[in-house]
C-alpha cells in the first residue's frame, strides 16, 4: 500500500466536504451514514471549516484519520469520536467506561480491499488506545454497523470486532437496527 495515513489538518476542509459527499453517494450510504447526501451538500463552508478544525486539533475528542495517496488524493477516511461516562451516546445510551467511537468509514471502491481500510482502521485504534503516546488513551473501541450492511460487519469482524448485543434504532428509520460491535484491548 502507498498510502500515507495520517490526521486531517484544519486548512484542508474542502477535501474533508468533497470525500464526505463521494461516501454520500456511495450505493451503501443508505445504511452506512445518518446523514444524506442533499444535507450535506447544502451545508454552507463554515460547517465543513469547524468540521475540519476540530477533527485536527491536538488534545482534542475528535479525530478524523485519511489515506492519502502519492497523488494527494484522499482514498478514504475514518473518524473517532472520544465518549465519555454519563454523556449522550452518538445512537442512545451513553457509555459506562471511557471509550472511542469509529464513525464515517469510507473507502473508494477502487481502494477497498488494498490494505487501506486496515491501515485506517490500525491508525485510529491505535490513537484512541494511545498508542502514540498522544491519543485517548480508551481501553474500548466500537462502532455501529445497520444490520443490512453484511459486507461492512464482514470487515469489522476480520480486524477484530465482535457484536456486544447492544442495538439501537436507526434514527428516522426506527423500524431498522444498527449494531454494536466492539474492540476489547487485548492483554498479553
Known sequence: MEHLIRPVRADEW??????RLLALRDPAA????L????VAVARPDDFWQDRAAGSAAAGGSVRQFIAEGPDGVWAGSVTVLIEEPGTQGVLGSGPSVRQAHLVGVFVRAEHRG???TEALFSAAVDWARGVDGEGAGVER???FVHEDNPRAEAFYRKFGFVLS???APVPGDPGAREREMV???VVA
Not at 14 to 19: G, K, P, S
Not at 30 to 33: G, I, L, M, Q
Not at 35 to 38: A, L, N
Open 14 to 19: 474542502r477535501q474533508v466536504r468533497e470525500l
Open 30 to 33: 443508505p445504511v452506512a451514514f
Open 35 to 38: 446523514e444524506t447526501y442533499e
Open 114 to 116: 488494498t490494505g487501506v
Open 141 to 143: 473501541v466500537r462502532l
Open 165 to 167: 448485543g447492544e442495538v
Open 183 to 185: 474492540l476489547e484491548r
